[in-house]
């Protein structure tokens, strides 16, 4: 996912500005204000149209409007950003939608933790490597050099993925006639598939559903505030330069790209050896992914001050456990209703990244100065 990325470019990109705290965080939350509104559009736009489309045009919109982002904050101030950044929200509304009605047609059954996660997790991975070079990049040749970048990579995806990319196994013309085969029949897609018509009374009355929505609403606020906090925390805090900073930061994220993959190939084996229901190994995972980073962020908070090793090593575990969530609630709608996927997440994120919107405002109000952030991270020394 590059909302995830996004945030990061502007977390790097902020320090180059004397913008209040306050207006920094009205910077940080404006992407989500654009991201909000096509979620549940777009999950039955990938419904009508496939995901592909919608993934192409996401994508694509993104990779301009980075380019474009440095022009507008030299000479249209915070607002153009803003106005950017709400642009960029908009379009990759498309993304998780589309990527969910994508994975409910390419994915087999027995594989779809492992694949599903293999996704997702691209988010993380995309984190970490922003983090570790975006300092870099920032530091040789400017920060407008980290949206010129990731603008053009964007551009060349989009190329690439217009040229191969399928919205399902029987519009591919890559994949052998075996595998297309292997994938329609643990799908029970053989001979086609027909088009549902959503039942939005039912949705909106599930329980099973809603406990995924509050799952997600929780995921949203932790991972955003550490997300948007921890490159501050590594800077105020620590005194760290922004390559080291950027280095440091980048661990995290790294560490829950590592651990998705045991987490997910555990639950697959869990689930297909029958050890554990598929609801029971969601909640399972769910529950390690809330529990362990909560008390390894208590832990963090006692930390005395200039022990950087071991608030790096705290950070580390507290954002890498948060793995386990793409082996739960992530893959409930693919779960609960393959033929809805998209839909499902795209009412689940939207409500859930309320959560984004408000978690940094939230900190812009609790953190009025930098002398403010300081004391509170380390009131206990």
Not at 24 to 38: A, C, D, E, T
Not at 83 to 90: D, E, H, S
Not at 373 to 381: A, D, E, G, K, R
Request: charged share 10%; net charge positive; proline share 4%.
């Amino acid at each position: 996912m590059t909302s995830f990325r996004v945030h990061v470019n502007i977390i790097i990109s902020l320090q180059s500005f004397d913008w209040s705290i306050r207006v920094q965080s009205v910077i940080l939350s404006s992407f989500f204000w654009g991201y909000l509104i096509l979620q549940i559009a777009a999950g039955e736009l990938a419904n009508r149209f496939g995901g592909k489309i919608l993934t192409t045009i996401c994508v694509g919109t993104n990779a301009l409007a980075s380019l474009a982002l440095p022009m507008c904050a030299y000479y249209g101030g915070w607002q153009a950003v803003c106005a950017c950044r709400v642009i960029q929200g908009l379009f990759q509304g498309f993304l998780m939608p589309s990527a969910h009605h994508l994975l409910a047609k390419w994915a087999p059954l027995n594989e779809k933790t492992r694949i599903g996660v293999f996704v997702y997790v691209g988010a993380q991975l995309g984190v970490s490597l922003q983090l570790l070079t975006g300092g870099i990049i920032a530091d040789y040749w400017g920060w407008p050099s980290i949206f010129y970048s990731n603008g053009i990579l964007g551009v060349v995806w989009t190329i690439l993925y217009m040229i191969l990319g399928s919205n399902s196994p029987e519009e591919s013309k890559i994949i052998s006639e075996q595998e297309k085969k292997y994938i329609q029949t643990s799908l029970g897609h053989v001979g086609g598939h027909q088009k549902l018509k959503t039942p939005w009374r039912s949705i909106a009355t599930s329980l099973p559903f809603l406990s995924i929505v509050v799952a997600h609403c929780g995921y949203k606020w932790g991972s955003y505030t550490l997300l948007t906090e921890i490159p501050t925390y590594m800077h105020k805090v620590f005194g760290l330069n922004i390559k080291i900073n950027g280095m440091l930061s980048s661990l995290p994220y790294f560490a829950t790209f590592l651990l998705s993959f045991p987490f997910s190939f555990m639950s697959d084996i869990i689930i297909n050896r029958k050890w554990l229901r598929i609801t029971t190994s969601r909640k399972f995972f769910n529950t390690i992914g809330y529990f362990g980073p909560a008390v390894v962020l208590i832990a963090l908070a006692h930390v005395p001050a200039g022990n950087v090793t071991l608030a790096i090593i705290l950070l580390i575990l507290a954002v890498g456990i948060n793995a386990a969530f793409y082996s739960g609630y992530m893959l409930g709608p693919l779960d609960m209703a393959p033929n809805f996927a998209g839909t499902l997440i795209g009412i689940s994120n939207t409500i859930a990244n309320v959560m984004a919107i408000l978690s940094p405002l939230v900190i812009g109000v609790i953190l009025s100065d930098e002398v403010s952030f300081i004391l509170q991270t380390h009131i206990i020394t």
